[in-house]
């Protein structure tokens, strides 16, 4: 993988519903891999920065899991409320770039 | 503590004109990094500024350019405008880095339309 791939575009689901986004990236050369959230007419927010293989980080109901290996991170949202809804981007930096961005994941949670 | 700020936050613009947009980070953030974020696209980096020197280029033409003053304010210019530079453009600031393991702040982004 040369880029940074997330899936799905987009994603619609009901309050009370957990749900997973996936990231790939390149895995030769890893520094970091980042996850923000951006909401409409807001700036991207960082949700978190992982480094480490197996990493696994948490806050509030939002997860990420980091396998540097073959270049995946798992974000996981338990129980998604409406204001979760918002784009959702991961970013990874390798070997001597720079920060790369996916497009994201569009998620959107009805009441 | 005042988050990143971005100056314009609109901007229209004609074809050729040449522009400048603004950034003050957080304070005490020696890192300032540019994003252009069109429709359909990821966020594109343009280039990051430490300590008033330009650390990191992304794969944009000569028009772009940036720099950093000594209170790490940045400014950024495009020179030239095109149709295709209407953008949203999208400051972030860091401690230290573009994003090795420093967190990145982002601002509320400049909108330019190129008329």
């Not at chain 1, 995946?72 to 930096?93: F, H, M």
């Not at chain 2, 429709?39 to 430490?50: A, C, H, I, R």
């Amino acid at each position: 993988i040369l880029n940074v791939e997330q899936s799905p575009q987009s994603l619609h689901v009901q309050e009370g519903d957990s749900t997973n986004f996936t990231c790939s990236f390149p895995s030769s050369n890893f520094y970091a891999l980042h996850w923000y959230r951006w909401e409409t007419a807001k700036s991207p927010e960082a949700l978190f920065v992982m480094t480490l293989n197996g990493d696994e980080k948490k806050k509030g109901r939002i997860s990420a899991t980091l396998n540097t290996k073959e270049g995946y991170s798992y974000l996981y949202i338990k129980g998604s409320q409406p204001e979760d809804s918002a784009t959702y981007l991961c970013a990874s930096i390798s070997g001597y770039s720079t920060l790369t961005f996916g497009k994201g994941t569009m998620l959107l949670v009805s009441p | 503590k005042a988050g990143v700020t971005q100056t314009p936050r609109y901007l229209i613009k004609t074809r050729g004109q040449q522009v400048t947009l603004s950034c003050s980070p957080i304070s005490g953030h020696r890192s300032v990094s540019w994003y252009q974020q069109t429709p359909g696209q990821g966020l594109q980096f343009l280039f990051e500024y430490f300590s008033e020197t330009q650390r990191n280029k992304g794969n944009f033409p000569g028009r772009f350019s940036g720099r950093q003053f000594s209170n790490s304010r940045s400014e950024m210019n495009v020179s030239t405008l095109e149709l295709g530079d209407s953008a949203l453009y999208l400051c972030a600031s860091s401690w230290e880095t573009s994003g090795y393991t420093d967190t990145q702040y982002f601002g509320p982004g400049t909108r330019l339309t190129v008329l």
